[in-house]
């Protein structure tokens, strides 16, 4: 079983529909993988489908039924914190709730789904292309 962090980014092309969106499908139907979801990246893709317009509860409920959501607590604050500043030395636009992402596959012991290009050459990430 692989555990995977669904980052926002994956969960945007899912939720469009589009050809990238449906590497992910793929990927989260598979029933190898165990999906998780931050709870920081529940924030970004809710506040990101209002913007353009898209039913955020559509959103909310695909996140809420197929994923399971990794709090945080003051303690993983602290340790994103460093790792954002330790990365962002060599990923000028790699974002805080990116930072978040990474950590908790890490802490669980799984990688990141996503196509950021912003993971790419970091270990732990499934870079979908």
């Known amino acids: 079983m692989t555990d995977l962090v669904v980052d926002s980014w994956a969960w945007i092309e899912y939720l469009e529909g589009s050809e990238l969106g449906g ?3 793929d990927v989260m139907m598979d029933e190898r993988n165990k999906l ?7 924030a970004e893709i809710i506040s990101k489908e209002k ?7 559509i959103a909310w409920k695909a996140i809420t039924n197929l994923t399971h959501i ?5 303690s993983d604050s602290k340790a994103v914190g460093l ?8 990923k000028k636009n790699l974002g805080l709730a990116d930072s978040f992402v990474l950590y908790a596959a890490r802490k669980i012991g799984g990688r990141v789904l996503t196509g950021d290009p912003d993971f790419r050459g970091i270990s732990d990430v ?4």
Do not use: C, G, Y
């Open 83 to 90: 790792l954002h500043a330790e990365l962002k030395s060599k």
């Open 23 to 25: 590497k992910v499908r």
């Open 70 to 74: 990794l709090p945080m607590d003051e």
């Open 51 to 57: 913007r353009r317009n898209k039913d955020p509860e």
């Open 36 to 42: 998780h979801t931050h709870i920081v990246s529940i």
């Open 126 to 129: 499934m870079l979908l292309q």
